[in-house]
């Protein structure tokens, strides 16, 4: 009798056994092969470009490879890819390219060890389980180490960008319902887009000095009217305003030298430009269908004014910009002062 007992808790043990190891080999946890990497055109780090070999749901982006630093996640270099639940990012990655991880609809966990990011591009992280989770949101925004990369759509009236925020990802705030923005001393970086068609926007407030500011910023944020840029900001870049046709007031940082092309066309409420002293370009059609400007004032340093600057301002009557710069074709075409 015991010994028919031993036999049937053996047979039993081996069937316990056999699904166990059956359920490991159709769900294996651990990572297996390399991922893709290629050359920096410098060649002097590595940029991921692929999934390679890699098996297993954690991708785990190395420091290094071949004795240089992994420094890139390439543009798509996991898109749509259905199988990746977790990412580790090391302390040697800098910049996160456009759909990196698009679609990856079951990534859920980024680990960042990274403190140094300075750019994660539009959609990199879109579509996936990480930016629809709120519960990664913190007061409304979703962050990767020292970068903004998503707002709560859910979120309304005032959002603060929080403290340590070095750059905000492109196109961060598109269709976001927010109504007024403040931007913390340090978040120096604001890309292309940022704000694009957040139609929501009233109003801007920048605690200290802004370093950049990306081409389209606020490209069609039909209900923003108040601006001040006044802490920094070197150049206003192309159609950074474009299409805000509520804009009313923009105050201008005293150190600033250019205005790029389109940068506030059709602003149609702008009302009175004061540019300080050290204004030196006005891009081409930078003021193009501004209707409601009826004054210009200040630039003394200004050398050049592009075509069609101030075209279709039809209600300009005052500008005191300085007769010895250099006018480009129609630069008041189609207003009294023409």
Do not use: W
């Not at 009313?248 to 005293?254: A, D, L, N, W, Y």
């Not at 002293?277 to 200004?302: M, N, Y």
């Amino acid at each position: 009798m015991k010994k028919r007992n031993f036999f049937l808790l053996l047979f039993l043990v081996l069937i316990l056994a056999a699904f166990s190891g059956c359920t490991e080999n159709a769900a294996p946890d651990s990572e297996s092969g390399e991922l893709e990497l290629t050359l920096t055109a410098n060649k002097e780090n590595y940029k991921v470009t692929g999934i390679g070999t890699h098996k297993g749901t954690t991708v785990t982006i190395p420091e290094t490879y071949e004795g240089k630093a992994v420094i890139y996640i390439s543009d798509g270099a996991f898109e749509n890819n259905r199988e990746i639940k977790k990412v580790i990012i090391p302390k040697t990655v800098t910049q996160i390219y456009a759909n990196a991880f698009n679609g990856c609809t079951s990534l859920a966990e980024v680990e960042c060890h990274a403190t140094g990011i300075n750019m994660i591009a539009t959609d990199a992280f879109r579509d996936t389980a990480f930016v629809k989770n709120l519960k990664n949101y913190e007061d409304g925004g979703l962050y990767i180490s020292n970068n903004l990369i998503a707002v709560d759509p859910q979120k309304e009236d005032a959002f603060r960008i929080k403290d340590g925020t070095l750059t905000v990802a492109y196109q961060c705030f598109k269709n976001a319902n927010i109504s007024s923005l403040t931007v913390p001393d340090g978040c120096y970086h604001l890309g292309k887009f940022t704000f694009y068609e957040a139609k929501n926007l009233e109003s801007v407030t920048f605690e200290a000095s802004v370093g950049y500011l990306g081409e389209g910023l606020f490209y069609n944020c039909p209900s923003l009217r108040t601006v001040d840029i006044s802490f920094g900001c070197v150049n206003i870049n192309e159609r950074v305003f474009f299409g805000c046709s509520s804009l009313e007031t923009v105050r201008f940082p005293s150190n600033l030298s250019s205005i790029k092309d389109c940068a506030f066309s059709g602003c149609s409420s702008l009302k009175e430009l004061v540019l300080p002293d050290s204004c030196k370009t006005i891009g081409k059609e930078a003021f193009l269908g501004c209707s409601s400007l009826q004054s210009v004032h200040g630039a003394s340093s200004l050398t050049s004014v592009g075509s069609k600057a101030f075209r279709d301002c039809t209600s300009l009557t005052v500008c005191d910009l300085p007769q010895g710069a250099l006018y480009g074709a129609l630069v008041f075409g189609n207003t009294p002062l023409e």
